[in-house]
């Protein structure tokens, strides 16, 4: 099966401007999240979907970054006015099952990411 | 809050050599701890996992036990190869702090092996 695909695979876009960054997840799985991962950088963590409700958002930066899964399946992230800082790779990242517990199921399986360049 | 520490890169080696990557924790539960792999030009994958203390978690040759005692999650393996030149993340999640799992990454550490 298909693993987490994220599109587009690059973009760039010139500062204030608005993007939206896609992600489809395993069939099936129920949980996804969204990282941000700066040159240099370990992934951090921005946003989790159980379902079709962000679960925890408490990584989200500012309220230029938001993000919906309308059905429980794919997700955008979108960001406005976007600024320089903004710059990175967004990845996201798709789980068989919720859980408050690590184990068989649990693990988050990654997209390629997105590299989004704000100029 | 939580985080991780891990050694800075690059770790450059022969091929065949021993690889430890050092990776610290600090945690206010009992977190779970990873290490994932980012291959170039791949997306990352995850290489091993502890969910317990004393556990060992292992794959493809690469090991890392969970020590309570000196909060650390340390990659070995025995002898490098090539193919094994990466990014490796320590990363860990505190399961038992509330339903989110989220991950919470190390800075990566960079390995080049040498023929």
């Known amino acids: 099966g298909a693993g987490v695909s994220q599109t587009p695979s690059n973009k760039v876009t010139e500062k204030g401007k608005y993007v939206e960054l896609r992600c489809d997840p395993i069939?099936?799985?129920?949980?996804l999240y969204w990282y941000r991962q700066s040159l240099g950088q370990g992934p951090e963590f921005l946003i989790y979907?159980?379902?079709?409700?962000?679960?925890?958002d408490s990584g989200l930066p500012n309220d230029r970054f938001f993000a919906v899964r309308p059905e429980g399946s794919v997700s955008t992230l979108k960001i406005q006015r976007t600024e320089r800082g903004d710059s990175a790779v967004y990845l996201c990242?798709?789980?068989?099952?919720?859980?408050?517990?690590?184990?068989?199921?649990?693990?988050?399986?990654f997209g390629p990411g997105t590299r989004l360049t704000v100029l | 809050g939580d985080s991780v520490t891990q050694m800075e890169g690059p770790v450059t080696l022969s091929e065949e050599a021993f690889l430890t990557i050092n990776c610290t924790y600090t945690?206010?539960?009992?977190?779970?701890l990873f290490w994932y792999v980012q291959y170039p030009g791949e997306g990352l994958q995850l290489l091993l996992k502890?969910?317990?203390?004393?556990d060992k978690g292992s794959n493809k040759g690469f090991e890392a036990t969970y020590r309570k005692e000196t909060t650390s999650f340390h990659l070995e393996k025995g002898s490098v190869q090539v193919s094994d030149s990466a990014v490796y993340f320590c990363?860990?999640?505190?399961?038992?702090?509330?339903?989110?799992?989220?991950?919470?990454f190390g800075t990566g550490t960079l390995l080049a092996v040498q023929p």
């Open positions: 945690a206010t539960g009992y977190p779970s």
């Open positions: 990363a860990l999640s505190d399961a038992d702090g509330g339903a989110t799992n989220k991950l919470i």
């Open positions: 502890a969910t317990k203390a004393d």
């Open positions: 990242a798709s789980s068989l099952k919720p859980t408050y517990r690590v184990g068989p199921g649990n693990e988050q399986f």
């Open positions: 069939s099936g799985h129920t949980a």
């Open positions: 979907f159980q379902g079709t409700g962000a679960a925890d």
